[in-house]
């Protein structure tokens, strides 16, 4: 039974998060999130935060209004699923699967724009 759920364990498919991500400079890492909200001036950085705003914007975009409303009411108005669920009449569970799906989706969105910023 151990080694059933052992393998089982194996085959089960993760979703990287964001917080993986690590850009590597000459001082060791930086966390991916400090580049995003970075200052600075540095063409690398102000790059790779342009891209990310982008392909975040154009990702949700894509979305279903529905989960593109509770993901942006949730991440960048911080309210509370269970807000959000009450302003919208809704039961809390759809609006917990509506933010999974949108995260599901910007996440992949996101981890293919990063593989090919790696890649190149």
Same mark, same amino acid.
Request: proline share 2%; net charge negative; glycine share 4%.
């Given at each position: 039974?151990?080694?059933?759920?052992?393998?089982?364990?194996?085959?089960?498919?993760?979703?990287?998060?964001?917080?993986?991500?690590?850009?590597?400079?000459?001082?060791?890492?930086?966390?991916?999130?400090?580049?995003? !909200?970075? /200052?600075?001036?540095?063409?690398?950085?102000?790059? @790779? #935060?342009?891209?990310?705003? +982008?392909?975040?914007? *154009?990702?949700?975009?894509?979305?279903?209004?529905?989960?593109?409303?509770?993901?942006?009411?949730?991440?960048?108005?911080?309210?509370?699923?269970?807000?959000?669920?009450?302003?919208?009449?809704?039961?809390?569970?759809? !609006?917990? /699967?509506?933010?999974?799906?949108?995260?599901?989706? @910007? #996440?992949?969105?996101?981890? +293919?724009?990063?593989? *090919?910023?790696?890649?190149?």
């Amino acid at each position: 039974m151990a080694r059933n759920r052992i393998t089982d364990r194996y085959r089960k498919k993760k979703t990287a998060a964001l917080e993986d991500f690590v850009y590597e400079d000459e001082e060791g890492g930086i966390d991916f999130r400090r580049i995003l !909200i970075a /200052s600075d001036d540095d063409p690398d950085t102000r790059m @790779l #935060r342009d891209i990310f705003w +982008t392909e975040l914007r *154009e990702g949700l975009e894509a979305l279903p209004p529905e989960q593109r409303l509770v993901f942006e009411q949730n991440e960048l108005q911080d309210k509370t699923l269970q807000q959000i669920a009450d302003e919208q009449g809704q039961n809390l569970k759809t !609006i917990i /699967s509506r933010k999974r799906y949108a995260v599901m989706r @910007l #996440r992949e969105r996101l981890e +293919t724009t990063y593989n *090919e910023l790696v890649r190149s």
